[in-house]
């Protein structure tokens, strides 16, 4: 299964199909979902490096937090970005 790691307003930062995924079903362990949560729940524009630098330390715990997801989900799961300053070449 193809997920996209992005942060949104509410939603996020998984996402199936245009849909925002449901961290606990996939089989997180509690605590890298709720990491994920709260991590999300700060997201505001100016944090990701749009139109200036954006909060390096917000973007780089989500550099960490999408390693983690990669690991926790395995090999049955695909986790893309579609930006560059996740640390990687976008999809």
């Not at 939603?11 to 449901?22: E, F, I």
Request: hydrophobic fraction near 40%; glycine fraction near 14%.
């Amino acid at each position: 299964m193809q997920l996209e790691f992005w942060p949104d307003y509410g939603a996020g930062p998984l996402w199936v199909q245009g849909k925002p995924a449901d961290l606990r079903s996939l089989g997180l362990p509690r605590e890298l979902a709720e990491q994920l949560s709260s991590w999300n729940s700060r997201f505001e524009e100016d944090k990701i490096p749009l139109e200036g630098p954006g909060d390096v330390g917000w973007v780089g715990e989500g550099v960490h937090l999408l390693g983690q997801v990669r690991v926790a989900l395995g090999a049955g799961y695909n986790v893309v970005v579609t930006e560059p300053w996740w640390g990687e070449s976008p999809v």
